[in-house]
């Protein structure tokens, strides 16, 4: 019998980063030096472009390319309506205008439909997100805006690693973004990339960059001790007698999700305070070169997961699962269910934690009075399943026994 508890998510530090980490620091070059340059080219390389730009954040990468792109103020800037609240901000921030689409309810990609009967004289740039690593409809979002002349930014922040026929996912657009958030599979203590093709934009992209600052050392030490902790509290054996324990008796008394209100009044706090532009550190280009080495591992080992989990669920489960294109990189696996707080509940009660509430809203959270009826009905029913890489073959098939056990039951 298996006793240790299974978190939704295990922050991915792979083998000689901490001592890599330490011993960079303890050498006095955490903030310069030759990794940086390194990562860009190599990074480039790998996606399939011609200029790769290292940086502190997703969310950093995101406002220089709006900046670059010297957009008159009002421009409208289409998104998903199911996507994080940090893009409406950013777009905000820049004085332009989200314009919000509904997505499918198949992907929680941006619905193709949308996308032209939105379409105006202002339209001029259109967020191609493959939200949770699903690859979104590049190739027809291209051939709507080739028609427009409307800019193609594709936000792969869930997404490295992903192949579609031989090209990379940050390949297809204009340009493109990606994030190393210490939540995500390619961490690297916070950090971010941005790409083009476009020599005459990675021209202004160099000249804005010459005059922002490397993160700062008090920054970067945060950073590594915030994510030594995350990381230390996702330890099954912790996991399992302090962080389990507690959910559990606070999912009797309240249907929210304390780790998310923990996460976001705590961490993402923090990030959206620092919303000046810095480029990323020798150290952060270090770890994030290390798992350059490990992202088609990690990848493969993720989509196993899914096999074997997809392998022993009933069919009634199935049919209730997100359907991507092949070749998602399953950042989260996702189930649309009825009642996603019951099934989280027992599942949580047998061990294993599943989160609850994934992407938001974003139109309502910028008081946009429009419905988003897909947008809303994927916020109420999605379910995020483990299935990260450090799971084994008996902890899919445990999670999939409890998953048809629960659904049984509640279905009776």
């Not at 359907?323 to 696996?333: A, H, L, T, V, W």
């Not at 294993?352 to 008081?367: E, H, P, Q, S, Y």
Request: proline fraction near 2%; glycine fraction near 6%; include cysteine.
């Amino acid at each position: 019998m298996q006793i240790l508890a299974i978190p939704r998510r295990k922050i991915n530090i792979v083998k000689g980063e901490i001592f890599t980490a330490i011993k960079t620091f303890l050498k006095g070059e955490a903030i310069q030096g030759r990794s940086i340059e390194l990562f860009e080219k190599k990074f480039a390389d790998y996606i399939g472009v011609k200029y790769a730009f290292a940086l502190s954040s997703g969310r950093v990468a995101f406002r220089i390319i709006l900046k670059v792109l010297d957009l008159p103020a009002g421009s409208e800037v289409m998104i998903p309506a199911y996507t994080d609240e940090s893009v409406p901000w950013t777009i905000i921030q820049e004085s332009l205008k989200p314009v919000f689409l509904d997505v499918r309810r198949e992907d929680g990609n941006i619905d193709i439909k949308e996308i032209e009967r939105n379409i105006n004289k202002n339209t001029r740039v259109i967020i191609a997100t493959h939200i949770f690593g699903n690859i979104c409809d590049i190739e027809e979002i291209l051939k709507i805006c080739d028609k427009y002349n409307i800019v193609v930014i594709e936000d792969c922040a869930h997404a490295p690693g992903v192949t579609l026929g031989c090209k990379k996912l940050g390949s297809f657009g204009r340009l493109s973004y990606f994030s190393f958030s210490s939540t995500k599979h390619f961490n690297a203590y916070g950090g971010g990339c941005l790409l083009t093709n476009d020599g005459i934009l990675a021209g202004k992209i160099k000249v804005f960059l010459s005059s922002c600052k490397i993160v700062s050392l008090g920054y970067l030490k945060k950073e590594l001790v915030l994510t030594w902790i995350k990381a230390l509290v996702s330890l099954r054996a912790i996991f399992t007698f302090i962080v389990c324990p507690a959910l559990s008796i606070c999912s009797i008394f309240t249907k929210g999700d304390i780790l998310i209100t923990v996460y976001n009044k705590i961490f993402k706090k923090e990030h959206n305070k620092k919303l000046d532009i810095k480029r990323l550190s020798n150290l952060q280009a270090k770890i994030a070169l290390m798992k350059l080495r490990t992202l088609e591992q990690e990848n493969k080992k993720r989509q196993d997961n899914v096999v074997v989990l997809k392998n022993n669920l009933i069919s009634e489960i199935l049919d209730l699962e997100m359907k991507p294109r092949e070749g998602s990189n399953y950042y989260f696996y996702i189930l649309k269910v009825r009642d996603k707080n019951i099934l989280s509940h027992k599942l949580l009660w047998r061990g294993i934690d599943i989160g609850k509430f994934l992407m938001r809203n974003v139109a309502a959270l910028c008081k946009d009075k429009k419905s988003y009826p897909v947008t809303e009905w994927l916020y109420d029913h999605s379910l995020q399943i483990p299935i990260y890489s450090s799971l084994n073959k008996k902890d899919m098939l445990r999670i999939a026994k409890a998953l048809n056990k629960c659904f049984i039951i509640i279905d009776k």
